[in-house]
């Protein structure tokens, strides 16, 4: 990654809000929604994705401003050797491959009381090999991946933009939970000596549905029905991952009542092979009187009150204190 600072377009004092402001501008117009077709728009957008997620780790950005760690944030060398040498003869303290010179303040300074020297020869003491090859596994990435209810339900493909402007199509498990993670192994920043690469970190979030709630493997719902439906029964077209369905209301069905639709929520991936059992669809019976007053209903129900009065509340409702 080239200088953040020149990426965002602000001066190395900038202030945190400055930073903010200066990427929110360059992501509104960068932003891959708005340039579907254009590569390098997206490139420009990951580009400036990660300046901004390095500037604002005020550890990172304070050891950048120092020239301890690249804009990458690894350290920064004062010579490079792919070989850690121990026990040579013509040696120069503080000229070996992480030492600093005579003014360096690199990794092996020992400003702070540090020396990547007295590092390695502590982890190599004791050892038989003369040199010993360095291996770094490569940078994890992240991003974030926001998919509907149902597609998290069912399972789906979504190509995501990595913060190094590679795009990578993700295979999203059915029954997906928000805030889970997919980790793609090895699909990340490159090894260094013949280090393994890293992983990319797929933050899923799911978007909440007007009408559906998960609760464990199950969907929750209200099913509105008619007084008459209430009273007399019906069959009712209900929504299902599969699809449309029929689903009965018996007879005398008060508000609250739960109607059960088996195997009808969400299926979860396989754990150890064995396939996992799908929880239920439940359904909240909510009875709705009709918009405009009808004298008619009125009429009956005040005979009903009348020839056939009934109590539903009970003595707890008589006595709450």
Same mark, same amino acid.
Request: charged share 30%; no cysteine.
């Given at each position: 990654?080239?200088?953040?600072?020149?990426?965002?377009?602000?001066?190395?004092?900038?202030?945190?809000?400055?930073?903010?402001? +200066? /990427?929110? *501008?360059?992501?509104?117009?960068?932003?891959?929604?708005?340039?579907?077709?254009?590569k390098d728009a997206q490139r420009k957008f990951a580009e400036v994705s990660a300046a /901004?997620?390095?500037?604002?780790?005020?550890?990172?950005?304070?050891?950048?401003?120092?020239?301890?760690?690249?804009?990458?944030?690894?350290?920064? @060398?004062?010579?490079?050797?792919?070989?850690?040498?121990?026990?040579?003869?013509?040696?120069?303290? !503080?000229?070996?491959?992480?030492?600093?010179?005579?003014?360096? *303040? %690199?990794?092996?300074? *020992?400003? !702070?009381?540090?020396?990547?020297?007295?590092?390695?020869?502590?982890?190599?003491?004791?050892?038989?090999?003369?040199?010993?090859?360095?291996?770094?596994?490569?940078?994890?990435?992240?991003?974030?991946?926001?998919?509907? @209810?149902?597609?998290?339900?069912?399972?789906?493909?979504? *190509?995501?933009?990595?913060?190094?402007?590679?795009?990578?199509?993700?295979?999203?498990?059915?029954?997906?939970?928000?805030?889970?993670?997919?980790?793609?192994?090895?699909? %990340?920043?490159?090894?260094?000596?013949?280090?393994?690469?890293?992983?990319?970190?797929?933050?899923?979030?799911?978007?909440?549905?007007?009408?559906?709630?998960?609760?464990?493997?199950?969907?929750? @719902?209200?099913?509105?029905?008619?007084? /008459?439906?209430?009273?007399?029964?019906?069959?009712?077209?209900?929504?299902?991952?599969?699809?449309?369905?029929?689903?009965?209301?018996?007879?005398?069905?008060?508000?609250?009542?739960?109607?059960?639709?088996? !195997?009808?929520?969400?299926?979860?991936?396989?754990? %150890?092979?064995?396939?996992?059992?799908?929880?239920?669809?439940? +359904?909240?019976?909510?009875?709705?009187?009709?918009?405009?007053?009808?004298?008619?209903?009125?009429?009956?129900?005040?005979?009903?009150?009348?020839?056939?009065?009934?109590?539903?509340?009970?003595?707890?409702?008589?006595?709450?204190?």
């Amino acid at each position: 990654m080239r200088d953040p600072y020149e990426t965002l377009g602000v001066a190395r004092g900038a202030s945190d809000a400055e930073i903010k402001k +200066a /990427y929110r *501008r360059l992501a509104k117009k960068l932003h891959p929604d708005a340039n579907k077709d254009d590569k390098d728009a997206q490139r420009k957008f990951a580009e400036v994705s990660a300046a /901004y997620d390095f500037l604002k780790d005020k550890e990172k950005r304070a050891a950048y401003d120092r020239g301890e760690i690249d804009a990458d944030g690894n350290p920064i @060398f004062q010579q490079f050797d792919p070989f850690i040498r121990r026990g040579r003869a013509g040696g120069r303290a !503080g000229s070996g491959p992480f030492g600093t010179g005579a003014s360096g *303040r %690199g990794f092996g300074s *020992r400003r !702070g009381g540090f020396s990547a020297e007295d590092l390695f020869s502590e982890l190599f003491r004791g050892s038989d090999f003369s040199e010993t090859i360095v291996r770094a596994p490569g940078r994890d990435l992240s991003a974030d991946l926001t998919i509907p @209810f149902v597609d998290a339900a069912r399972g789906t493909t979504r *190509r995501v933009l990595l913060p190094n402007g590679k795009m990578l199509d993700v295979q999203v498990p059915a029954g997906i939970e928000d805030g889970q993670q997919i980790r793609l192994r090895g699909q %990340g920043e490159p090894g260094f000596g013949g280090g393994p690469a890293g992983d990319v970190l797929i933050n899923v979030k799911v978007e909440p549905h007007p009408l559906l709630k998960r609760e464990g493997n199950d969907i929750r @719902f209200e099913l509105p029905v008619t007084l /008459y439906e209430a009273v007399l029964g019906a069959t009712v077209r209900v929504p299902t991952l599969d699809g449309v369905v029929e689903l009965k209301v018996p007879p005398n069905s008060s508000s609250g009542r739960v109607l059960r639709l088996r !195997g009808k929520g969400i299926k979860p991936a396989a754990r %150890g092979g064995r396939e996992q059992s799908p929880g239920d669809l439940l +359904a909240t019976v909510r009875i709705v009187l009709p918009e405009r007053e009808n004298a008619d209903l009125k009429e009956f129900a005040r005979k009903m009150a009348e020839a056939a009065p009934y109590e539903v509340r009970g003595p707890r409702f008589r006595n709450i204190l």
